[in-house]
């Protein structure tokens, strides 16, 4: 028999998560024992209101609504509040105490990750957070521990859940924006105020995260371009898939010689890009290192029993560690002297949807802006004429003006948008309704 003391778990939180992981713990007790090699006890629930129904009915003697107390009582912290105001609060007081902490707040710790680091290195203190990016998906700790002896170039991801599933939505069934939105959310994946998800502020906080793990340097989630889904049109998607193209948002975080940019914005991929591939509110992560090569981590990034898998992975290693006692390397021990760099330093390749008079020259006249702006083209079609109403009709040559599309090699954010205004400025340019970036490499 096992005679060790147990190691004692508070858990702060019974949303979707919380109550899967609060069942796990009770009902798998034995299982999570023998995995971590010592007994562990779910000391307590702190909930805001003990009567809320729950998706499991915790034990009524394991709930209580003094957090503070449970928090000073137990070996290990669990903390599934999300946002910054109680849950920031809470996490400090554990990893001041020396006290473990396990938790899923990506915003916090895309906000404040340095500092909570900082505060538990001080202390001696563990803390982990796979379930902050992708749900599921083991992520983090690959990069942590897996890739630990490789240098990771670039991460790319599809971390939000909600977005990917509109987009899939509009792409494959011509569904409206609001209407895919609209059943996202039945499903459970949006955040609480989707405003987050639609306008990309989830995934940049999941990019802060995502950097800061695989560059060893700290990133905020003030680093990160952000550009979300809401001004992605029917046309829009249409028209990418006209050409083969799919159009996902991406997290992208990459290493440059000098820094790193971070940008989430809706991207055209190849649909035989991998994350062309996914599908409906799954997640994915692609991450390119220089002697692993290229990775991609894909499963469920949200729902209450996938993200339950993320976090009781963190604990059983969690106690491990508290049971083997063996120092913890702090994180950004090796912190590299990696600046955020400006969107402008951006290099990709670049998608132009516009509508020019349809008359001889013009299209020399928009290559030579073009060049004149050192941005190569890849490729250019004229799917048809457009209409005065703005409609794109299959004859060419009529009076009203004609759909150019162009794609360009790789090219600096910054001579892209210097190549946008001066194509605004011509006068048989009448109108450019889309530019959107490119990945192609793998
Ligand atoms: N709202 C998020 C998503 C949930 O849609 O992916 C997981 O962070």
Redesign the pocket.
């Known amino acids: 028999m096992n005679v060790a003391e147990p190691i004692t778990i508070g858990l702060l939180g019974a949303g979707s998560v919380g109550a899967q992981v609060a069942r796990t713990l009770v009902e798998e007790r034995e299982l999570i024992s023998a995995r971590v090699g010592t007994p562990v006890r779910l000391a307590g629930v702190a909930v805001r209101d003990v009567e809320n129904p729950r998706d499991w009915r915790i034990p009524r003697e394991l709930l209580t609504t003094d957090a503070e107390r449970l928090v000073d009582e137990v070996d290990l912290v669990i903390e599934l509040i999300g946002g910054f105001d109680p849950a920031a609060g809470l996490i400090e007081r554990a990893l001041r105490q020396g006290t473990a902490v396990v938790t899923g707040n990506?915003a916090l710790l895309a906000a404040q990750g340095a500092q909570l680091h900082a505060l538990a290195d001080e202390a001696g203190a563990l803390l982990r957070y796979e379930a902050s990016v992708g749900?599921a998906i083991p992520i983090l700790r690959p990069i942590e521990d897996s890739l630990s002896g490789d240098r990771i170039t670039k991460v790319m991801g599809i971390v939000?859940?909600?977005t990917n599933y509109v987009l899939d939505q509009m792409d494959t069934t011509g569904a409206a924006f609001g209407d895919a939105l609209a059943e996202a959310q039945k499903l459970g994946?949006?955040?609480a105020d989707p405003t987050a998800?639609v306008e990309g502020h989830?995934a940049a906080a999941k990019a802060a995260i995502l950097a800061t793990l695989a560059f060893h340097a700290p990133f905020t989630i003030d680093d990160v371009y952000c550009q979300g889904i809401s001004d992605v049109t029917p046309d829009d998607i249409e028209a990418a898939a006209l050409s083969g193209y799919v159009i996902k948002l991406l997290a992208i975080v990459e290493r440059r010689s000098s820094g790193a940019v971070l940008r989430v914005h809706p991207t055209l991929l190849p649909r035989t890009h991998p994350l062309a591939t996914v599908r409906g509110?799954f997640?994915a992560v692609f991450v390119v290192a220089e002697n692993a090569g290229e990775l991609m981590f894909y499963g469920q990034?949200?729902g209450g029993v996938p993200t339950s898998s993320a976090i009781m992975g963190d604990v059983v290693a969690v106690a491990r560690r508290l049971r083997s006692a063996v120092p913890e390397t702090p994180l950004l021990s090796d912190a590299e002297d990696l600046e955020p760099l400006s969107i402008e330093a951006a290099e990709t390749q670049y998608y132009i949807d516009m509508q020019v008079a349809d008359q001889e020259g013009v299209i020399a006249e928009i290559a030579r802006v073009l060049a004149d702006h050192r941005v190569s083209i890849e490729s250019m079609r004229q799917p048809g004429s457009v209409s005065p109403e703005g409609e794109v009709e299959d004859s060419a040559g009529s009076d009203a003006g004609a759909q150019v599309q162009i794609v360009t090699h790789k090219a600096q954010e910054r001579h892209l948008r210097a190549t946008v205004e001066t194509l605004e400025s011509l006068d048989v340019v009448q109108s450019i309704s889309s530019v959107l970036r490119v990945e192609v490499e793998q």
């Open positions: 990506k749900g939000n859940g909600t994946y949006a955040e998800d989830d509110a997640n990034g949200a």
